[in-house]
């Protein structure tokens, strides 16, 4: 996506820094509003459709931990978090909410722009899903996967128990299969990020995936590693 379609939401209690943002994001190619805190951004995303939401972590009321958990459960837009803390631990709990990315206060505009530029290409990258959900139950190669009750079984077996990674990892793979999904990818989509090297977090998640579902997890049919590329689900997968 071009800048000049982009539209960036900023949202910080001080005016001192969001307006000046803002100006910066115009004057760089991208629309840009600006809301104060939590009541106006919800009303924001109601009234507007963004493409990526930058948000203070410290504001008053909402903080933007609050506020990132809600955009993740109302939005699948981008959201990069701006922290005046030093610690791991807020950074942490932000891309465990699913925020995309976080610049530490006070930030270089030049280094903002470019994480903005980088979160933009992956998100507007990611491949959609092959048809329409029309249904919550998937089967493939003997497998049952239901999403509405979580639960993976193979025939008349066992229920498979599945962490919430696993989940959804699973989740996203039955949804397209026969695409190559970058690692990028498959932590946008997933959401799944935790705090260590993201795209080795996925790598064991998939790992974990192949031991429960693959009879020979070494040497996969399902879940295949695509050299260069990342991962393809290469069942054959039924909706219903």
């Known amino acids: 996506m071009?800048?000049?379609?982009?539209?960036?939401?900023?949202?910080?209690?001080?005016?001192d820094i969001r307006d000046p943002l803002a100006?910066?994001?115009?004057?760089?190619?991208?629309?840009?509003?600006?809301?104060?805190?939590?009541?106006?951004?919800r009303q924001a995303v109601k009234a507007y459709a963004f493409d990526l939401i930058i948000l203070d972590i410290m504001m008053p009321g909402e903080d933007g931990l609050t506020l990132c958990r809600f955009l993740r459960e109302t939005t699948h837009t981008p959201v990069i978090l701006l922290t005046a803390v030093s610690e791991e631990t807020d950074k942490i709990v932000g891309l465990e909410m699913g925020a995309d990315d976080y610049v530490?206060?006070?930030?270089?505009?030049?280094?903002?722009?470019?994480?903005?530029?980088?979160?933009?290409r992956r998100s507007q990258s990611l491949p959609p899903q092959r048809e329409p959900r029309h249904g919550t139950r998937y089967t493939f190669n003997g497998w049952v996967f239901d999403t509405t009750t979580r639960q993976l079984r193979n025939g008349d077996g066992p229920d498979i128990g599945l962490s919430s990674g696993?989940?959804?990892?699973?989740?996203?793979?039955?949804d397209r299969p026969n695409i190559v999904l970058s690692r990028d990818q498959l932590i946008d989509l997933t959401r799944g990020r935790n705090a260590g090297p993201f795209?080795?977090?996925?790598?064991?998640?998939?790992?974990?995936?192949?031991?429960?579902?693959?009879?020979?997890?070494?040497?996969?049919?399902?879940?295949?590693?695509?050299?260069?590329?990342?991962?393809?689900?290469?069942?054959?997968?039924?909706q219903s």
């Open 104 to 120: 530490t206060k006070p930030f270089n505009p030049r280094e903002l722009l470019a994480r903005i530029k980088a979160v933009l």
């Open 2 to 15: 071009e800048a000049q379609t982009s539209h960036i939401l900023v949202v910080d209690d001080h005016r």
């Open 166 to 174: 696993e989940f959804s990892l699973l989740s996203i793979l039955v």
């Open 23 to 41: 100006q910066y994001l115009k004057k760089n190619g991208f629309r840009a509003m600006t809301a104060d805190g939590g009541p106006a951004l």
């Open 199 to 238: 795209d080795r977090a996925i790598d064991n998640q998939v790992s974990r995936l192949r031991k429960k579902i693959e009879e020979d997890p070494k040497n996969p049919l399902l879940i295949q590693t695509v050299w260069g590329g990342g991962y393809k689900f290469a069942g054959t997968v039924e």
